[in-house]
């Protein structure tokens, strides 16, 4: 699955993405398909499918992914009016793509519906 994954062929360099940030575990580029006027995925290196893929191993690597957001809201200049983080999770959470990345959505006043 790996092979076939759009992130993972971001991650590899063979789809051109825009990196705002990369290390050896992450790497964070905006989403093609915007909600807000900061939308940034933030995925990890190694293919995940989702959550449920996660191992006790890996808690480092969410909190990593976790601190990240907070540094780019910041270097984006939304840390202080505010964002939101999301990790869609399956078909019925409304995750498309298969392999983990976290949203960090923000620049403007959002939808209240998602609580």
Known sequence: MADECIICK???KEVPSQPIYEDHDLVAFPDI???APVHVLI???EHMV???DVG???AGLLGKMLRLSAKIANDKGIAD???RVVINNGDDG???VPHLHLHLIGGKPLDHKLG
Request: no cysteine.
């Open 81 to 83: 009016s505010g964002y």
């Open 94 to 96: 409304g995750q498309i």
């Open 10 to 12: 971001i991650v590899r």
């Open 33 to 35: 398909r915007p909600v």
């Open 43 to 45: 995925v990890p290196k």
């Open 50 to 52: 989702n959550l449920n």
């Open 56 to 58: 006790k191993n890996d």
